[in-house]
């Protein structure tokens, strides 16, 4: 294993979030995902889970890691796409890796069934020599999303207001 693969390994390991530049979309999308086994495992599809058109069709996709500590663009590399099938020993491996780090589940229970019946989890397994960024970083907007937060924040009781808030 290369100083670039063992960079690209410790790299995913950190960071919960990768960026792919997925067919036929203009900018590359944000994605949660999980590092097992010398591959990344997105999940897409399905109601309440992250959009991203074009992934479980791709053969090939471009994956840019970030810097944990300053949030840059660390590397890019192409990566080979593959759906995990349902019921698959590799399924049954790694599902319950990726509903452990789901964050902001609607429910918990029953995740996994759910996913088998409307969502795919596509593995990612870097395909060629991994390319270090340069000094560039490109930032990008980031995709609307009907998302929302649960309410209006709390209200502060018994607290001395500051002059600037007068």
């Given at each position: 294993m290369g100083l670039n693969r063992a960079l690209l390994e410790?790299?995913?390991?950190?960071?919960g979030l990768l960026w792919l530049d997925?067919?036929?979309?203009?900018?590359?999308r944000a994605a949660w995902h999980v590092w097992?086994?010398?591959?990344a495992y997105v999940l897409t599809?399905?109601?309440?889970?992250q959009p991203l058109p074009g992934l479980p069709e791709a053969a090939q996709v471009t994956v840019i890691l970030r810097s944990k500590d300053k949030g840059g663009r660390l590397?890019?590399?192409?990566?080979?796409a593959e759906?995990?099938?349902p019921g698959s020993p590799l399924w049954d491996e790694v599902a319950p890796v990726l509903a452990k780090e789901r964050l902001?589940?609607?429910?918990?229970?029953?995740?996994?069934?759910?996913?088998?019946?409307?969502?795919?989890?596509?593995r990612l397994t870097p395909a060629e020599e991994v390319v270090e960024a340069g000094g560039e970083y490109a930032t990008v907007r980031p995709v609307p999303t009907p998302a929302t937060t649960a309410g209006t924040p709390p209200r502060l009781y018994g607290r001395k207001r500051r002059r600037a808030d007068r």
């Open positions: 410790e790299a995913a390991k950190k960071s997925l067919p036929g979309l203009p900018q590359p097992h086994d010398g591959s599809g399905g109601e309440g889970e590397l890019a590399f192409v990566a080979d759906q995990v099938e902001n589940a609607r429910t918990h229970e029953g995740q996994v069934e759910a996913w088998a019946a409307e969502s795919w989890i596509v």
